[in-house]
């Protein structure tokens, strides 16, 4: 089955530093772009970074110089390590898979999300 | 920056009805790269459609995406209790290189 499954979030003082893991089972991590995607509580979506396939990495101009995505190959396992956190970043943080084939410039697979409260 | 509008914020309909929402971007939009997803309350996102009228896998028929440019359209040609939802368009582009819509409610009338 294909599935993403996050991990990691929890309760962080501003000012702090978090690290959110997402692994994926039924397809390969490294052969897809993958994304991370948060919700502010009763908000809409936002996109946050991208990793594409060959290493390439971009972020949203919010988080851009605090946030690094990475992944772990052989784990098969995509990472959102989060520094320097705001109150505004608080969100559930979903990890999603790019539809490059499936469904070009689309999200065609999403984690269950892990929830990032910032807070003091 | 892109910036995608919905209307209606929310849209009060019974089962059985027809739901129309839009998705309006600040500037042309590629076609391809124009997706739709439904929200349930604790849930994740669920691709619908892609490419601005292609139905993502296991989407139900009653489902439909359509236009170009600036303005495109989600149709649900006869709502299932279970499609009462939040909706969101989302584009891909030039950075940011993703893009949401804030959202239409479908709610039960």
């Known amino acids: 089955e294909v599935q993403l499954v996050e991990?990691?979030?929890?309760?962080?003082?501003?000012?702090?530093?978090?690290r959110l893991s997402c692994a994926a089972s039924g397809f390969t991590v490294s052969s897809n772009y993958m994304s991370w995607v948060r919700q502010a509580p009763g908000k809409g979506l936002e996109w946050v970074s991208v990793i594409y396939s060959g290493g390439s990495t971009y972020y949203a101009d919010s988080v851009k110089g605090r946030f690094t995505i990475s992944r772990h190959n052989s784990k098969n396992t995509l990472y959102l390590q989060m520094n320097s956190l705001r109150a505004e970043d608080t969100a559930v943080y979903y990890c999603a898979r790019g539809g490059f084939v499936t469904a070009p410039g689309a999200f065609d697979i999403w984690g269950q999300g892990t929830m990032v409260t910032v807070s003091s | 920056e892109i910036v995608l509008t919905q209307s209606p914020g929310t849209l009060s309909l019974s089962p059985g009805e027809r739901a129309t929402l839009s998705c309006r971007a600040s500037q042309s939009v590629s076609s391809s790269y124009l997706a739709w997803y439904q929200q349930k309350p604790g849930q994740?996102?669920?691709l619908l459609i892609y490419g601005a009228s292609s139905r993502a896998t296991g989407i139900p028929d009653r489902f439909s995406g359509s236009g170009s440019g600036t303005d495109f359209t989600l149709t649900i040609s006869r709502l299932e209790p279970?499609?009462?939802a939040v909706y969101y368009c989302q584009q891909y582009g030039s950075s940011p290189r993703w893009?949401?819509?804030?959202?239409?409610?479908?709610?039960?009338?």
């Open chain 1, 7 to 18: 991990s990691g979030g929890g309760l962080v003082q501003p000012g702090g530093s978090l």
């Open chain 2, 44 to 46: 994740a996102p669920r």
């Open chain 2, 82 to 84: 279970e499609d009462f």
């Open chain 2, 99 to 109: 893009t949401f819509g804030q959202g239409t409610k479908v709610e039960i009338k």
